[in-house]
C-alpha cells in the first residue's frame, strides 16, 4: 500500500474516532438543557402558584376585612376588643377612692359615654374606637343586667348631656328578602317607664328609702294597662311637682349632684336606685357610683296594645 494511502486512512480514522468521541458528549450537553429548562418551566410554576396564592390570599383578607367591618354590634361588652373594652372600663383611682360603698352589695360604679352619632360615623382610623361596637354606644346601662347593652333590659341612658328613660317602647326594624326585594317589618318587644328626682349635693353614703322623697317613688302606682302607661309617661315627660320635688322623666346630668330613679321594665325588674355624678371626663362621658335603695316586684301590663304608641 502506498504511504499516501496509509496517510489518508490514518487521518480518516483520527476524525471517525474524534467524532465518536465527540457525540457522547453533546448528547450530554442535549440533556443538560433539558433538564435545565425542565427546571426553569418548574420554577415558572411555583412562582405562578406562589403569585395566585397571594392574590388569593389578599382577596381573603379584603373579604375577611369587609365582614368584620360589617359586623355592626358585638352581642355583649365580653366580646368586644381590649381597645373598646377599656372605653368602659373604670377609673382605677375612682374604685379606690370609693371602695367603702362598692363593698356594699347592690352597690357600683360606671360610665356613660358621651355618644355622638357625627363622632362615630367619622371613617379615620383613630375615631373607630370612639365608641364600642355595642347598641346604644356605651351611653346606656342596666343596674339590673350591670351592662352598657341598649336591650330591654337598659334603665338609663345620656344624650345630650340628659338622663333619661332608656326606653319608653322598645321597637325594633326586622328587614328580610321577599321576591329578591328588602321589606321592613317593626315590632315592639317592651315598655319601660323612669322617674327621676334630683336630691342636690348630697354624699350617696347619707340617701337611704327613708328619706320622703324616695319613699314617695317606691309607692308610686305603676300604671298596669296600656293607656295608663302612655298617660303617665306624657305626664313625667312634662314633669310632676310633688311636695318639694320635680319627678320627670328626663333630668339634666349634673357632676358632684345626687339623683334617685324609679326604673321599670315591665314583666322584668323595678327597682329605685340612688346615683351619684362622681365626675365627667375631657370627652363629655359621665361616671356615675350608685347604689339601690328597693327592688319590687315587677309588673305586667294588660289590655289590648295600642296600634300605635306616644
Known sequence: MKPQLLIVLSICCSWSLMASAQQPSNLDQLQAKERLNAKLREEEEQRKKAVEMKMQRGTEDRVGAKRESSRTYF?????????????????????????????????????????????????????QFAYPHLRGGGAFYSFAKRHHLADEWAQICL?????????????????????????????????????????????????????????????????????????????FKAGLQIGLHQYQATIPAQVNKTYVVRSVNYKKADVVVAFRIVRQDTDGNLHILWKQLKSLPPVELKGKKPERGL
Open 159 to 235: 344624650q345630650n348631656g340628659v338622663l333619661q328613660a332608656a326606653y319608653t317602647e322598645m321597637k325594633r326594624t326586622t328587614v328580610v328578602q321577599s321576591g329578591g326585594a328588602p321589606q321592613n317589618f317593626a315590632y315592639t318587644s317592651g315598655y319601660g317607664l323612669a322617674i327621676f328626682t334630683s336630691l342636690g349635693d348630697v354624699a350617696l353614703a347619707e340617701v337611704s328609702p327613708q328619706l320622703p322623697a324616695i319613699q314617695m317613688l317606691a309607692e308610686w302606682p305603676l300604671p298596669t294597662h296600656y293607656q295608663e302607661f302612655f298617660t303617665q309617661v306624657k305626664q
Open 75 to 127: 352581642a355583649s361588652e365580653n366580646e368586644l376588643p381590649p381597645a373598646e373594652k377599656k372605653l368602659l372600663t373604670n377609673d382605677p383611682d375612682e374604685e379606690q377612692k370609693y371602695q367603702d360603698l362598692l363593698r356594699q352589695p347592690q352597690t357600683g360604679l360606671f360610665k356613660l359615654l358621651n355618644y355622638q352619632e357625627t363622632k362615630a360615623g367619622l371613617a379615620d382610623a383613630k375615631s
